[in-house]
């Protein structure tokens, strides 16, 4: 019963926290949840365009809207997470001042709105392309979340790990942005790891957000069957990061001052 009542003192802090990150990005501005989706929609266009000006050809079974959001939103997701949870204690220092809060606290709650936020509007995108474009019949729905919950998670312990880190020295933030570029263009947002040459998938393989896209794309699609996707070594990767955030997050509480 203690451990009961505990848990679910900390679900409620957690839920508060969640409101107040809801207010503060989105009430704060006039389009607010507009925003949400318009983002993610001036991706698709700009990448729409690009790949009609290019003639660059979709895999079958795929039409062109729903390639690019099955790729587009499992980045975005782990994108995102990094970035919201890293910054999570450093913005909200102050919250530490009450006993109940702990940091991480402060990176579920954002990692939560987050992943909420563009799960929701990756749903609504291929509703209004099923509806208007093309009628999909999603293969397998596990699949699919799965894929959009890996990228999540991936992205919220990695996150933490460099939030953590931050707190011994804020060189960290500064690097990990020019580190991370890189998998925009090696994450299969514009191809599908069957596409690649031998050689080049072996070496992609080891990006796990390139997994998460292949999970989210074999489940949406029938006709598209990766051959090259691993839960074992995405769910490794999570786990990694996830034991050296919660260990560092654990030593970094002693070093905060929130005086």
Request: glycine share 6%; charged share 15%.
């Amino acid at each position: 019963m203690t451990f009961a009542r505990g848990l679910y003192a900390q679900l409620q802090v957690i839920h508060a926290i969640l409101l107040r990150e809801v207010m503060t990005r989105f009430g704060a501005y006039q389009l607010g949840y507009l925003w949400a989706l318009i983002e993610p929609l001036l991706w698709l266009l700009t990448f729409a365009v690009m790949f009609f000006l290019v003639n660059r050809q979709i895999p079958d079974g795929m039409d062109l809207i729903g390639f690019l959001t099955t790729g587009i939103f499992p980045y975005m997701i782990f994108r995102q997470t990094v970035d919201r949870s890293m910054t999570a204690i450093a913005a909200n220092k102050a919250l530490l001042f009450y006993p109940q809060i702990r940091p991480l606290d402060l990176v579920i709650a954002r990692c939560t709105l987050e992943i909420a936020t563009l799960v929701t509007v990756f749903v609504l995108i291929l509703a209004f392309n099923s509806l208007f474009n093309v009628p999909l019949v999603i293969d397998n729905l596990l699949l699919v979340m799965a894929g959009l919950a890996m990228a999540g998670m991936l992205g919220a312990v990695l996150g933490l790990t460099i939030s953590a880190l931050s707190v011994y020295s804020n060189i960290v933030e500064r690097i990990i942005g020019p580190l991370l570029r890189p998998l925009f263009w090696i994450s299969g947002l514009f191809f599908t790891a069957n596409e690649l040459p031998t050689a080049v998938r072996k070496i992609f393989l080891w990006n796990p957000v390139l997994h998460t896209v292949e999970l989210t794309r074999d489940g949406v699609f029938t006709q598209y069957d990766s051959r090259e996707v691993d839960i074992g070594y995405l769910a490794m990767c999570i786990l990694v990061f996830a034991f050296l955030g919660l260990a560092l997050e654990r030593m970094a509480r002693r070093r905060l001052d929130v005086t």
